[in-house]
């Protein structure tokens, strides 16, 4: 079992920057790909970024690339999320997850936190 605890989210000015931190207990993050989505209300749950169990790989949404990175410390067991140059419509409950492979697809990782809310305003 992977437990997986999200934090720094919060308010921000549009085109200011947050960094989301997922931190993991109960098994190294190291075994595992590590992604991030986010779910606006009303909207499906949309994938933004998915890095390799090494780091060497990285995969980004169209609607984030080269505004979001996904770095990962596995000596730390946490992967992040740095945001930059936010927009009002990133507005959501942002999530990380851990699955065996590399996927866009939601139903593809096997565990997930709680979610942080990150707001951007106008």
Do not use: H
Not at 13 to 32: E, F, I, N
Not at 49 to 66: E, F, L, N, R
């Amino acid at each position: 079992q992977v437990q997986l605890v999200e934090s720094g989210g919060g308010l921000v000015q549009a085109g200011g920057s947050l960094r989301l931190s997922c931190a993991a207990s109960g098994r190294t993050l190291s075994r595992y790909v590590m992604a991030w989505f986010r779910q606006a209300p009303g909207k499906e749950r949309e994938f933004l970024a998915v890095i390799s169990w090494s780091g060497g790989s990285t995969y980004y949404a169209d609607s984030v690339k080269g505004r979001f990175t996904i770095p990962r410390d596995n000596a730390k067991n946490t992967v992040y999320l740095q945001m930059n140059s936010l927009k009002p419509e990133d507005t959501a409950v942002y999530y990380c997850a851990a699955g065996r492979s590399s996927s866009i697809r939601a139903r593809e990782y096997d565990y997930w936190g709680q979610g942080t809310q990150v707001t951007v305003s106008s």
